[in-house]
């Protein structure tokens, strides 16, 4: 928020102490009233830094890997806890977004995006990342949406997902790769539904491999690797609204079992 934005919230203020000192001219020594305009005026300076200094200016877009488009991302803000927060009053400031950033207090928050895939049905990318701007006067970034992405639908009280290779659903062998050459992602798909997806890091190296079946997108089975060696795994059971985690090292040896609703 600038100067100007500021200066138009404290106008009315402004606007009835120089009336007031206008309609009790007599009241006021000249010497006075100059001494006193000099220091409202060095008060109000201050505040209007300690304002502007306790606002940080966000601006965030998204870059979409499968046209190269670089547009504004639409998000919502939470606090830690995942509560959305209802202080800031984004619909009004998305009209505005375009042509000028987002104003907020200095925090921590999740930002919880919304992309549409284009030419699909109604489905688009939905995500978040946490950032912290605390001790930020300004942040921006832009949020890359890979070629290989897992489109939800937008309609209300629907759970339907599809992976998708830029608008169409995956099938068969699929591979994504980051911008110097390297694997980003290879998966197996039928018909838009994950059967096994390997990620990989920057160096091309192996981090997990994700096992699913059942028509599930979430896997039954994960597998760690360090430097493309495999150093745990993780095997999960559904049952009901639960979910049973085990954690095996190398050997096969349990290391930890959670129940998770």
């Known amino acids: 928020m600038d100067i100007a934005d500021n200066m138009q919230i404290l106008q009315p203020t402004i606007h009835k102490i120089f009336i007031s000192i206008k309609n009790r001219p007599r009241l006021l020594p000249r010497t006075f009233a100059r001494n006193w305009m000099k220091q409202f005026t060095l008060i109000l300076l201050l505040n209007l830094s300690t304002f502007s200094y306790s606002q940080v200016e966000l601006k965030l877009y998204a870059l979409n890997e499968c046209d190269g488009e670089v547009k504004n991302l639409t998000f919502e803000l939470a606090d830690e806890s995942f509560h959305l927060n209802p202080d800031l009053d984004l619909e009004e400031k998305y009209s505005k977004f375009f042509s000028k950033p987002i104003s907020l207090p200095r925090g921590r928050y999740f930002v919880l995006y919304n992309y549409e895939i284009k030419n699909t049905d109604h489905f688009s990318i939905k995500n978040g990342f946490k950032i912290d701007l605390s001790e930020l006067t300004t942040y921006s970034d832009t949020i890359v949406m890979p070629k290989i992405r897992l489109g939800w639908t937008t309609g209300l009280h629907s759970n339907t997902r599809y992976y998708f290779n830029c608008d169409k659903k995956c099938h068969g062998t699929e591979i994504d790769y980051f911008k110097n050459g390297n694997k980003r992602l290879k998966g197996i798909f039928r018909h838009g539904i994950p059967m096994e997806i390997a990620h990989y890091d920057t160096d091309g190296n ?55 609703r």
């Open 206 to 260: 192996l981090k997990t491999i994700e096992l699913f079946r059942n028509d599930r997108f979430e896997p039954y089975k994960i597998m760690r690797y360090d430097s493309n060696i495999l150093m745990e795994y993780e095997t999960r059971i559904f049952r009901r609204k639960k979910m049973i985690v085990r954690t095996y090292d190398k050997d096969h040896t349990l290391i930890k079992k959670n129940k998770l």
